[in-house]
């Protein structure tokens, strides 16, 4: 049996120490928020759990985060619709609407898909083929494919402007940066596993039921939590890890699994024990993107499907230009789950709680996030204009709201190191750090997917790892 310390509650810490109890390991985890589950946590407002972040959860129960809950005696409701969103897709000043089924593999929808979006008769045959190669890809094609960028592999296949726009906007989605930066291979994995698994889900009484399982679960193997404790400093000696110490006082460990990210880790553990090679290789990674989010807690229920995604009415090309070069788009790409259509259980009857994501700089304090907001809310009344006269609250998320939340002050990123070529795959850092026993666990090592799927991922390959070094 090991003395294990994991510092941080996010879906990586506690599913990695969930794991790690349940092998029979001493696991103690310390949070330097006053509540768990990090970037997928949720807070109580007017009798009601609402996610303070994620929302929609690409694979529920067939995937990892699911399998973690079980592992652990623990049971996740996911509520499923099918059609999974509505698209709403602005063309040449029109907005058409069409439904996103949950399963896109049968032929016939990938051509009514297809038909949706506007493929014109002379391009259909290159986009089907695009979407039979992500759908039939194996793991040597998506490996040999990690070091492109998406646009250009679609580009090998198609350059029809509305696969371009809907990929681009599938893609922001997905990681949180667009097209022309994520990686081919992440997004083909990502798609063809989301595909065959058709398991686009809602955790019955919001996101934040996930860290709440893997903390019972935890605890019933005799882990514990403590909040409001954060790690002031890893603590290693002649090569290895010794422990941590925290706000009040310091641990012993034999094994210490860090969630708060490899920057802050490595501000935690020091370059004099990672070594300068680590410290260069985590200086040089580059963070996801960001968004504007606004809540709105309404009188009514006004919109009838669990999602909304709206394509705007703008080239694949351009479309997130704005984030770099400033200004703010005439039409904004925007997703909303629409919780009460989600999770009906969880918002007061006969009232909607929809939440309106549109992405933005991820930069702290940016001015640049109000104006996204403003934006946003006119696009939004102008898309359901009874909206409006029925708002009876509205919550605001911005990038120093994320940042609060996973301590990282420089930038408020979805989802932590980006999805692009050079930091994924085989160039994913590595969960062992060149410390004996101190292991990074989360978005930032060693797996793939999408958000706290991939957190999960992390989690369990983290745990799998330190189970068979360490015996317990
Ligand atoms: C607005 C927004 C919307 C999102 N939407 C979705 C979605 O719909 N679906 C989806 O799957 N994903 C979504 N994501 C992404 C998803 O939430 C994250 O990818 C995932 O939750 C990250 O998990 P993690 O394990 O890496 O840890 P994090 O959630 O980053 O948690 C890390 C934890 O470590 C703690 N910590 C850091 N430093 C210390 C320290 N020194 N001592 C103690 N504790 C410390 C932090 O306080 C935090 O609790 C969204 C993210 C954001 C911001």
Redesign the pocket.
């Known amino acids: 049996m090991a003395r294990v310390v994991v510092?941080?509650?996010?879906?990586?810490?506690l599913g990695c120490a969930a794991l790690l109890a349940k092998q029979g390991h001493e696991v103690q985890v310390?949070?330097?928020?006053d509540f768990i589950?990090?970037?997928?946590s949720s807070s109580e407002k007017d009798g009601m759990s609402i996610d303070n972040?994620?929302?929609?959860?690409?694979i529920g129960n067939k995937g990892p985060l699911g399998m973690i809950a079980r592992e652990v005696g623990e049971r996740i409701e996911f509520i499923h619709h099918d059609p999974a969103a509505l698209v709403y897709d602005a063309r040449g000043g029109k907005v058409r609407i069409f439904p996103e089924p949950l399963d896109i593999t049968p032929l016939p929808a990938q051509a009514r898909m297809a038909r949706n979006l506007g493929v014109k008769p002379n391009k259909a045959f290159g986009s089907a083929r695009l979407f039979r190669k992500i759908l039939k890809a194996n793991d040597a094609f998506i490996d040999a494919n990690d070091d492109k960028t998406l646009e250009s592999f679609i580009n090998e296949y198609t350059d029809d402007p509305n696969v371009h726009r809907f990929m681009n906007v599938f893609c922001y989605m997905m990681f949180t940066i667009s097209y022309r930066r994520a990686s081919a291979g992440e997004f083909i994995y990502c798609f063809r596993e989301m595909s065959k698994a058709a398991d686009i889900s809602y955790p019955k009484g919001s996101a934040g039921v996930l860290p709440i399982a893997y903390r019972r679960g935890l605890e019933r193997y005799g882990g514990q939590v403590f909040l409001r404790d954060?790690?002031?400093r890893i603590i290693c000696r002649e090569g290895k890890v010794a422990g941590v110490a925290t706000e009040t006082g310091e641990v012993e460990a034999d094994i210490v699994v860090s969630?708060?990210?490899i920057d802050?880790t490595l501000e935690?553990a020091g370059v004099e024990n990672l070594g300068e090679e680590f410290a260069a290789m985590a200086r040089r990674l580059q963070y996801s993107g960001?968004?504007a989010?606004a809540k709105y807690f309404l009188s009514k229920q006004l919109v009838d499907a669990p999602v909304i995604i709206h394509i705007p009415d703008a080239d694949a090309g351009s479309m997130f230009s704005f984030i770099e070069e400033g200004g703010t788009p005439r039409d904004l790409m925007m997703m909303m789950p629409v919780v009460d259509r989600l999770d009906p259980g969880s918002v007061r009857a006969g009232h909607s709680l929809i939440i309106a994501?549109t992405p933005g700089v991820a930069e702290p304090g940016n001015e640049a996030t109000g104006r996204l907001l403003e934006a946003l809310e006119r696009q939004l009344f102008r898309l359901f204009p009874e909206m409006e006269n029925n708002v009876i609250w509205r919550q605001e998320?911005r990038p120093e709201h994320?940042a609060r939340?996973?301590?990282r002050k420089r930038v408020g990123d979805?989802?932590?190191i980006a999805q692009i070529p050079g930091q994924v795959g085989r160039n994913k850092p590595s969960p062992q750090t060149p410390v004996e026993g101190l292991y990074l666990?989360?978005?930032?090592a060693g797996a793939r997917g999408?958000?706290?799927?991939?957190?999960a991922a992390s989690a369990e390959k983290v745990a799998a790892l330190i189970g068979e070094r360490n015996p317990a």
Not at 7 to 13: D, H
Not at 37 to 40: D, E, K, N
Not at 441 to 444: A, F, I, L, P, T
């Open positions: 510092v941080g509650s996010g879906i990586g810490g310390f949070e330097r928020n589950g990090g970037r997928c972040f994620a929302h929609i959860f690409p954060p790690v002031r969630n708060a990210g802050l935690l960001s968004g989010v994501a998320v994320i939340a996973t301590g979805s989802v932590g666990v989360g978005m930032d999408i958000g706290t799927w991939q957190a």
